[in-house]
């Protein structure tokens, strides 16, 4: 595979000198990439797919979320030289058996936008009758923290919560707009920010990940 030519340093300075560590999120996605920028927190300089030019679209195979975050991070990290950490993650419907699982980004087809993902499954419950508290579903993560082409480390984390009838809140992105978590009074797309990122998949699949991490960094 091809590599960059001119290497990245592991690290940046602050103006102040304190070091701030580079790390690659392999992703396209805006929304997640700020959400990863809040995770990670100041001592990260965070950066997305979308910095780097010529890199090809990474295929995702996998038939689970944790193979699919270890090939985007193996991937990835052949072209930079640089930590790359990667996620695969969405919704798990109990009504839908597990749907749409790794297919959450495309449930409504490979261009589907978030909102037709959410009307198509909110559609899919209306159709079974399934209401209420029996709306029970799951977000997933699978992370993965790779370099040179080789993963070193890998987490995840969940979160339960139901599946609301009509879509609500403004913030967020994917299905938080439809998703209630456990406890909580409101969807992922009400929360704060800092609410949110305390209790969801992504944030939890990341702390438990920096726990191993900090020997690498």
Same mark, same amino acid.
């Given at each position: 595979m091809m590599r960059m030519s001119r290497p990245i340093s592991d690290t940046a300075y602050t103006e102040t000198g304190s070091v701030r560590h580079r790390i690659l999120v392999a992703t396209r996605n805006c929304h997640k990439l700020r959400e990863f920028a809040e995770l990670c927190g100041p001592n990260f300089e965070v950066c997305g797919m979308e910095s780097i030019s010529g890199v090809p679209q990474i295929e995702e195979s996998g038939e689970t979320f944790e193979s699919n975050a270890l090939i985007k991070a193996e991937?990835?990290?052949?072209?930079?030289?640089?930590?790359? @950490? !990667?996620?695969?993650? =969405? *919704?798990?419907?109990?009504? @839908?058996? =597990?749907? $749409?699982? #790794? @297919?959450s980004a495309r449930f409504a087809g490979e261009k589907a936008t978030d909102a037709e993902n959410r009307r198509l499954l909110l559609r899919r419950l209306e159709k079974l009758g399934v209401r209420g508290k029996h709306r029970t579903a799951r977000f997933r993560c699978a992370l993965a923290l790779?370099?040179? %082409?080789?993963?070193? *480390?890998?987490?995840?984390?969940?979160?339960? %919560? &139901? &599946?609301?009838?009509?879509?609500?809140?403004? !913030? =967020?992105? %994917?299905?938080? $707009?439809?998703?209630?978590?456990?406890?909580?009074?409101?969807?992922?797309?009400? *929360?704060?920010?800092? &609410?949110?990122?305390?209790?969801?998949?992504? %944030?939890?699949? *990341?702390?438990? @990940?920096?726990?191993?991490? #900090?020997?690498?960094?």
């Open positions: 991937f990835a990290s052949n072209f930079f030289s640089h930590w790359v @950490l !990667a996620d695969d993650s =969405g *919704l798990e419907v109990d009504a @839908l058996r =597990g749907a $749409p699982g #790794v @297919l790779a370099k040179s %082409g080789k993963a070193v *480390l890998s987490a995840s984390g969940t979160v339960e %919560g &139901i &599946i609301v009838e009509s879509e609500t809140g403004m !913030a =967020g992105f %994917g299905y938080d $707009p439809i998703f209630r978590p456990v406890g909580y009074s409101k969807t992922f797309a009400e *929360l704060a920010s800092e &609410i949110k990122n305390e209790i969801s998949h992504r %944030g939890r699949a *990341l702390r438990e @990940l920096q726990r191993a991490w #900090v020997k690498l960094f």
